[in-house]
């Protein structure tokens, strides 16, 4: 939610599992400029955004890989987070970068209130910050209090933020007191990824250990695991429902699970390589899910099939981000690049419904 937020190492030894005993692959060193400590102003918000037109937009800023994608809830901008140690807010019915935000570490996740007042972003220095999307302006920041941030969620009522840390922790916070509300795991497993459930406000989270994780917030205890096997979770998302998890992890499926029983609802198969991140489309028809072998998928997941493959990056994609109707996909990748998929467009073969 990566999401996802979902941070995966820059070099990689593959497992075994997998079948590709001691194949590694090098992530190239890429030059880092970071700018000033201030947000950099290119053009003012637009209320509303205009699709683009072509199947497929690339927004070419950053200098390292694109570790992270949001979509502002009216479409109007979308955030990317970097190795680079920047955001960029970009502007999409001008295709261009409105403002650049600065971290002291790599931008593992960035994700916007429901309302789309805040951008809020966590990363490397272990910082977690609310930043007024219309000025640009630092709103707040909870400060260093469990490693690297490697995972942010929001609840789908704005109120509540959940972040997962690299030294295992998980915190609870309010958006409205901006105070840490509860701590649900002190340490532990890295978190790479986390998500609310929208129908009952529980949280979801997948570690480096392969554990997937529901936690209920009125006991802040766990109350149900999910263990597939396979180690380190790189992705988790909830149903818009309620009823189901998706997970993504360090092999070439997808998995879906049912929430209440913990069961292996579906499999999806389809990718070559690790699977970076997982999302569902607003209407909940549809799952997107990223990949090393430089693809994203849709899947009509309660079937099992592979609806389309989309390609365009050079390298692993990372971040994915639907907008709120499902018409446009976002992603994010080593190349350094963003894309926008228009999934209304029939160049793309591709459909979100």
């Not at 927004?59 to 140690?85: C, I, K, M, R």
């Amino acid at each position: 939610m990566v999401q996802r937020n979902q941070v995966l190492a820059p070099s990689i030894a593959v497992v075994t599992a997998l079948g590709l005993i001691g194949a590694t692959f090098g992530i190239i060193s890429r030059s880092l400029n970071q700018g000033s400590t201030t947000a950099q102003s290119d053009t003012s918000i637009r209320a509303v955004a205009t699709a683009p037109k072509s199947p497929q937009r690339s927004l070419a800023q950053h200098t390292a890989t694109v570790l992270s994608v949001a979509l502002q809830p009216n479409g109007a901008l979308l955030a990317s987070g970097s190795y680079d140690q920047t955001v960029k807010l970009w502007d999409l019915a001008a295709g261009k970068v409105q403002r650049t935000l600065n971290h002291a570490g790599r931008v593992n996740s960035v994700i916007f209130t429901p309302d789309g007042r805040y951008l809020i972003t966590g990363g490397g220095d272990g910082d977690i910050i609310l930043w007024n999307t219309e000025t640009g302006a630092e709103a707040h920041r909870f400060s260093g209090r469990s490693g690297r941030i490697l995972s942010l969620a929001v609840s789908s009522d704005g109120s509540l933020l959940a972040s997962g840390g690299s030294e295992g922790t998980i915190r609870i916070w309010n958006l409205q007191k901006r105070l840490e509300e509860a701590t649900l795991l002190e340490s532990g497993a890295p978190i790479n990824a986390i998500a609310f459930s929208a129908a009952d406000g529980a949280v979801v989270s997948g570690d480096q250990d392969g554990t997937i994780t529901l936690w209920d917030l009125d006991s802040n205890a766990s109350v149900r695991v999910y263990r597939s096997g396979i180690d380190r979770i790189t992705g988790v998302a909830v149903s818009p429902d309620g009823q189901y998890i998706a997970s993504s992890s360090y092999d070439t499926n997808v998995q879906i699970w049912n929430l209440s029983t913990g069961a292996i609802e579906q499999t999806l198969n389809g990718h070559d390589f690790v699977v970076a991140n997982v999302v569902f489309s607003p209407d909940g028809k549809t799952l997107a899910s990223s990949s090393f072998d430089e693809t994203i998928k849709l899947w009509d997941w309660q079937q099992a099939v592979e609806r389309c493959t989309l390609r365009g990056h050079s390298g692993f994609v990372y971040g994915l981000a639907f907008d709120q109707q499902g018409a446009m996909l976002a992603s994010g990748g080593y190349d350094g690049l963003v894309k926008t998929w228009s999934l209304e467009n029939e160049k793309t073969g591709c459909s979100a419904s």
